[in-house]
């Protein structure tokens, strides 16, 4: 399976149009750590790309890649840096008088047709509670606590060759409980969402694990690798953070073989 990291920002992106700090303007001029809103593009032999979420950069994100008609979809949660590209992604079906199949947990996809009703014209809306397979990987999504912002999905991508051998795509959590951190044990690929180096604000208003607390959760699953995205204007890759062996930020177009 090929990863493409379309997006490696958290839900403002990188600059902050509000904002003036040093890695924002940064952002804006050398442009290292621009950051568009998390999303991933999946592919794996004998299956159509697969994109996971699809945020209001989706457009851009869509000219970078080349790409003109999208028809797989994945959903990790109905938060608007997740899912606000939707209703282009739908326009853009109509003029081509396509239909494309957008998957997630029953739960997701009722708050997706509740806030966007006339999605549902151009999207084959299907359930995935129960796990599907795509391309030679099982796909299992399970619950996960996203702090002050209520819960996601992470998505656990298992091979169905024996191995056992899997990845996890779990951009927006915190605080995890045991039976939450257990689908994350034993991965050769963790991608993670950790939007602050060190997050100075109390633990209620927090909604995403910091740095410090991923490589520390990365630590104790045994990750073989992890990439972190999810990133916020606190995060200036110009500076080295002395990330361990095996551990990086995720940038934009970032591309992984599994
Ligand atoms: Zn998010
Ligand atoms: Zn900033």
């Known amino acids: 399976m090929k990863i493409t990291f379309l997006g490696n920002g958290d839900s403002l992106g990188t600059p902050r149009v509000y904002c003036d700090c040093d890695v924002c303007k940064e952002a804006r001029t050398t442009g290292l750590n621009v950051r568009l809103r998390p999303s991933i593009w999946l592919e794996s032999e004998g299956e159509e790309p697969l994109l996971v979420d699809c945020g209001p950069d989706w457009r851009t994100q869509m000219e970078k890649l080349g790409v003109r008609s999208v028809r797989h979809g994945l959903l990790t949660h109905a938060h608007f840096d ?46 995935v509670d129960g796990g599907w397979s795509y391309g030679g990987w099982s796909v ?34 915190f605080d995890l409980s045991e039976a939450e951190k257990a689908p994350l044990r034993g991965l050769e690929l963790l991608v993670l969402g950790t939007s602050f180096y060190e997050e ?32 916020s204007h606190d995060i200036d890759l110009r500076k080295d953070y002395g990330l361990p062996a095996g551990i990086r930020f995720a940038r934009e177009g970032l591309i992984v073989e599994l």
């Open 82 to 127: 997740h899912i606000g590209g939707l209703v282009e992604w739908a326009d853009g079906c109509r003029w081509r008088e396509e239909t494309a199949d957008l998957r997630a947990p029953s739960e997701v996809l009722a708050e997706v047709v509740q806030r966007f009703p006339w999605l549902e014209s151009r999207f084959r809306m299907i359930a």
């Open 140 to 173: 299992q999504p399970w619950k996960v606590n996203h702090g002050k912002n209520g819960f996601a999905y992470a998505y656990r991508f298992q091979r169905q060759d024996g191995s056992g051998r899997a990845w996890a795509y779990c951009p927006d959590s």
């Open 200 to 231: 100075p604000y109390p633990r209620e208003t927090r909604s995403l694990y910091d740095v410090r607390e991923g490589l520390k959760l990365a630590e104790e699953v045994g990750a073989e690798q992890a990439i972190f995205t999810h990133l």
